[in-house]
């Protein structure tokens, strides 16, 4: 195998030595890792072309990959496959700056993009997820991740326009407005829509090597504000409110072990002191001129007094740059993308979690529920949640971070995650970024209908079943 992929890629872009492989074998997760076979580094849609028509060959997997960090083993390859690690192609190929789009490769990151438009001066914005600068836009638009957009626009995948595509027999395509020779790639609509059969389906249905991305105008005056409650239905009654009114930007609900370790706690009680908020908000709200930002905070406090006049207690919103006075560790919240090292640099190496979207008029039930469980189970219960798409769904996301290295807590971890998932379907929320075991015990419960086509998805666009095997598998 080696021989020919140099043929293709050249020494220096394959790796097949024993000592070299180890990096590439696992992830931040619980879940069991595997060697590939080898790695190698494409730099052009050609080469994956040529790589997936060798793999076809030899019988051999591919596992696209960038930063690896989608927490759900989503990224390690099958038994005698190939990574192919895409960090290298990381062209911006086009930014429109009048449509609001950039035409960009896998490996181009969220930093990335954040600095092209910072430094060519536009006026626009991508969605940061909180996950680390390093990360790939094009990964996480095709696991439909969320992001601080994702309050008004939704999940990521809903954001793109385009996509250039290799297939599993090396043929190639476009989907969108662009598939038609001479238009641009303003939109998904009207054509039917092809960028479906790659998003969610984790690099098992074509390896996807441009990307059309919808970005947004920034407006001048940002302002983030920190708002603590004490029950969780206080809490997302307020959510619920400010999304009807579409003032703000982007919420985000973090319970109180989540609030703590970003304030540098690193081990945060598992209860609450009863006298202690449950809950930390975070509101990001945007305005042109200062009357309409002072308009929006008067309507966040009327909502706020509303809540308390049913019996709730708030705190007083506090902006974020007076908590950094307070606490210079919430200086990593104060600008995105942002590195969260209590979740990657803890020391234990491990992270973890059930991250789920379902409907907001659930979420108080829900993550009270599964934070009993997750004390039960021996952890602190660090929740992230956000509305998203001006409040039709939401995230929950219930976190751990743990010590890899320690098989008891690596047992502890696979038990939590068995029992949240059981609880968060009950309660009618539905996993995002699948990981293989979770997707196992889903599958009985998706429509044998849907399955089916999902399979017959597959068969189409992957005939020979050599893209990331294992995912989406059914
Ligand atoms: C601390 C932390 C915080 C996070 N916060 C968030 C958050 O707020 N929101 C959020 O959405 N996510 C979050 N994540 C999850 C994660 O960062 C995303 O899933 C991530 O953006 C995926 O990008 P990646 O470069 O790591 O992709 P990888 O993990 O390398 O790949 C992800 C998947 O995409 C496939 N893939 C990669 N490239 C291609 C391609 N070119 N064609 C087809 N398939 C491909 C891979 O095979 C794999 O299945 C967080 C992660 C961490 C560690």
């Not at 390896?207 to 105008?217: A, E, G, M, N, R």
Request: glycine letters at 10%; charged letters at 25%.
């Amino acid at each position: 195998m080696r021989s020919k992929l140099v043929e293709i890629f050249g020494a220096e872009r394959v790796l097949t030595e024993p000592d070299e492989l180890h990096e590439f074998h696992d992830d931040y997760t619980e879940l069991d890792g595997q060697e590939p076979a080898a790695v190698v580094f494409p730099t052009t849609t050609e080469e994956i072309v040529a790589l997936v028509k060798l793999a076809g060959e030899l019988g051999a997997s591919i596992t696209p990959r960038v930063a690896n960090t989608n927490v759900g083993g989503l990224a390690v390859a099958a038994a005698g496959g190939i990574i192919a690690d895409l960090t290298r192609m990381n062209r911006i190929i086009e930014v429109d700056a009048d449509e609001m789009f950039a035409i960009i490769e896998p490996g181009v990151t969220q930093q990335q993009l954040k600095d092209y438009l910072v430094d060519h001066d536009l006026p626009l914005t991508l969605g940061y997820s909180l996950a680390p600068p390093h990360v790939s836009v094009l990964a996480n638009s095709l696991l439909d991740g969320l992001t601080n957009r994702s309050l008004k626009y939704g999940s990521m995948s809903q954001w793109i326009s385009g996509l250039e595509v290799v297939l599993g027999d090396g043929s190639t395509l476009l989907t969108g407005s662009w598939s038609i020779r001479g238009i641009g790639p303003f939109a998904r609509a009207p054509m039917p829509d092809l960028t479906g059969m790659f998003t969610s389906f984790q690099g098992t249905t074509g390896i996807v090597t441009k990307l059309v991305f919808q970005l947004w105008p920034k407006h001048p005056i940002e302002q983030r504000l920190f708002i603590l409650g004490y029950t969780a239905q206080g809490v997302f009654k307020v959510v619920q409110k400010l999304c009807r009114l579409e003032i703000c930007e982007d919420i985000g609900g973090l319970s109180w072990p989540s609030g703590k370790m970003m304030m540098g706690v690193q081990h945060p009680n598992p209860v609450p002191d009863p006298d202690e908020p449950k809950w930390f908000l975070y509101v990001d709200l945007a305005a042109e001129r200062d009357e309409e930002l002072a308009y929006k905070v008067g309507l966040l406090n009327e909502v706020l007094d509303e809540q308390r006049a049913a019996g709730e207690r708030f705190e007083e919103p506090l902006d974020i740059n007076m908590l950094i006075k307070v606490n210079p560790a919430m200086g990593a919240f104060a600008e995105f993308p942002t590195e969260l090292e209590f979740l990657t640099d803890h020391g234990g190496g491990g992270l973890s979690w059930m991250g789920t979207y379902g409907p907001l008029s659930r979420f108080a039930a829900t993550s009270d529920v599964c934070c009993e469980l997750m004390v039960k189970h021996g952890f602190a219960p660090a929740i992230v949640s956000r509305p998203m798409r001006g409040g039709h769904f939401g995230v929950l996301r219930f976190l751990v971070t743990f010590d890899k290295s320690s098989p008891e807590e690596v047992e502890k971890v696979r038990a939590v995650m068995r029992d949240l998932l059981e609880a968060v379907t009950e309660a009618g929320f539905a996993m995002y970024k699948t990981p293989a075991w979770a997707l196992d015990w889903l599958k009985d419960r998706i429509d044998p209908g849907a399955l089916e086509m999902i399979r017959r998805v597959k068969a189409l666009t992957d005939p020979k079943g050599i893209l990331n095997p294992g995912k989406w598998d059914l």
